[in-house]
């Protein structure tokens, strides 16, 4: 198989899904603030995404099934963004910091 | 396995000899667009300033919506690039603006998990995923139809109409709520 026919391989998608999702893991584990962990977050939806629609063009009957779902995850991870960002911003105005080792207010 | 791609995005291109050339003009788009997501999510989770991995991330999913075009969705390609980088990414780099001031910003290892284990972790899930797309054989079962726009919109008022209502009902419950936590404290 030739390099230039990769886009009509399905393993290629899985394969692209599974290093989003592996560097949204590091990036949620290793970041120090919050809005950093939110963006490693985006990452993993974003894998999660490319894998609906890779399974939608390749396997499925109803190719529109695939993309409805990938909208709703989009409205999902918009609303998931808004208010995880407010959260962001009222911790902030509390504490003057989003550093995750900092807020252990609630730590036993 | 099937030339729909290549013919949408190439589709005024039509001599015999010139599907061919179509067709490999649309395998190096791709890799370029391969080789851009993977560039954005490394920007996007080892940056060091948050507005590098913003901007990293919106490169990043510049090319996942390139990735959904060749995967015959146009539709969701557009989505992609009009709420994710035209709305999420402007909202997380405001939140950086009014909520992470960088000069207070600490560096260094951020707990025990960090550095090499968190290394090990991610290598680990992503080589399982890996591993299971490798071994597992995919039924593929005959296409129904095309998907097009039209097809999406009917299913979408028809069959997952109450998933939809319920989708509108919880963004604007987020909107709602969002306001509401950000604005406690500000009249202050």
Known sequence: MSILSLHNNLNTYLFLAAILFGMGIYGLVTRRTLVGMLIASELILAASSINFMAFNRFTAPDPTVGQIFTLFIMAIA???????????????????TVDTEDLVDLKG | MNPTVATGAMGFLTGDGLAGYADAIAGFVFLIMLAITVIGGLIACNAERLVCA???????????????????????????????????????????????????????????????????????????????????????????????????????????????????????????????????????
């Open chain 1, 78 to 96: 918009a609303a998931e963004a808004a208010i995880g960002l407010s959260i962001t911003i009222a911790v902030y105005r509390n504490y003057k």
């Open chain 2, 54 to 188: 913003v901007s990293g991330l919106a490169l990043c999913f510049v090319g996942v919506a390139a990735i959904y075009y060749y995967l015959n969705s146009p539709f969701v390609a557009m989505m992609q690039m009009l709420i994710y980088v035209g709305a999420v990414c402007i909202t997380i780099a405001f939140a950086i603006m009014l909520a992470a001031p960088e000069d207070s910003q600490k560096n260094g290892p951020a707990g025990p998990l960090s550095g090499p284990l968190a290394f090990i972790t991610a290598g680990l899930v992503t080589m399982g995923l890996i591993g299971l797309a490798v071994n597992t054989t995919f039924a593929v079962l005959p296409k129904l139809n095309m998907g097009g726009v039209k097809l999406i919109g009917a299913e979408l008022l028809t069959s997952y109409s109450m998933v939809f209502e319920l989708v509108s009902i919880v963004l604007l419950i987020a909107i709602i709520g969002s306001l509401v936590i950000a604005r406690h404290g500000r009249s202050k």
